[in-house]
């Protein structure tokens, strides 16, 4: 999301599973999707301060992955971990919250990609 520095990013866009979110700025797209394996869930699960994003981006924070939870059952373990980017505007700061679910074995991640999905829609308020 570090490319986005220096934009002004005027939507953002998101699908309805929340995998991918597409920002469009005065130079164009930027698509990411969350990774997802046979044994791991990874989605967008919080979106803060949405009206500070629509601005000149100044910086992008990665906050590590932390666990949430982690509970022990029989046959493994369930975990759920979080990660936020935080994207500094002209206008102020906007917190993308992501969280992956998995069986204590498998990392998440969120990457660039070429082409959005269709169907996104514009995200317009909190969540």
Known sequence: MERMIGETI???M??????????????????????????NSVWFEHVSNIDAIKGKVMSVDVLGWENVRCIARVGGEECEEACQWIIRTDKGSCALEVRNNHNGYYGGSVVRVDEAPTGLKL???DF
């Open 10 to 12: 005027t939507e953002v």
């Open 123 to 125: 995200i317009t308020e």
């Open 14 to 39: 998101m699908d309805a599973h929340r995998v991918t979110i597409m920002f469009v700025t005065n130079d164009g797209r930027h698509v990411y999707q969350t990774e997802n394996d046979c044994c």
